[in-house]
């Protein structure tokens, strides 16, 4: 039962619509925001948009060592960890209070 009888349907579509429309407009912002991550102190550098795509990748000359392609393998790595960690933080601050409007438990099959 719910307090105070039963919900106005037409009211209950219309949050549900709002909701909707600013999930997809968090959405499109996410997509849009570039956040980056580097490793080796800066030798690496890897942006990411707010959604988790890479869509760019410096390495600093100085990081390339024909000799040691393991060391660049892990700078490269850590770059793009450092830089999808951020973009998680950007998703839980864009995304977190438009999920947690659902009772806290965000929207089955959204990973937010």
């Known amino acids: 039962m719910?307090?105070?009888?039963?919900?106005?349907?037409?009211?209950?579509?219309?949050?549900?619509?709002?909701?909707?429309?600013?999930?997809?407009?968090?959405?499109?912002e996410l997509?849009?925001?570039?956040?980056?991550?580097?490793?080796?102190?800066?030798l690496v550098e890897a942006t990411?948009?707010?959604?988790?795509?890479?869509?760019?990748?410096t390495i600093a000359p100085a990081a390339v060592d024909p000799e040691d392609t393991e060391t660049l393998a892990d700078l490269v790595l850590a770059a793009v960890r450092d830089a999808n960690a951020a973009a998680q933080?950007?998703?839980?601050?864009?995304?977190?209070?438009l999920t947690q409007g659902l009772g806290g438990g965000g929207i089955p099959g959204l990973p937010f």
């Open 31 to 42: 997509a849009e925001a570039k956040v980056s991550g580097s490793a080796g102190g800066g």
């Open 89 to 97: 933080k950007l998703q839980a601050e864009r995304m977190g209070p």
């Open 48 to 57: 990411v948009t707010g959604a988790g795509e890479l869509v760019a990748l």
């Open 2 to 28: 719910f307090p105070g009888g039963q919900p106005n349907m037409q009211q209950l579509l219309k949050q549900a619509q709002k909701m909707q429309e600013e999930l997809g407009k968090a959405q499109k």
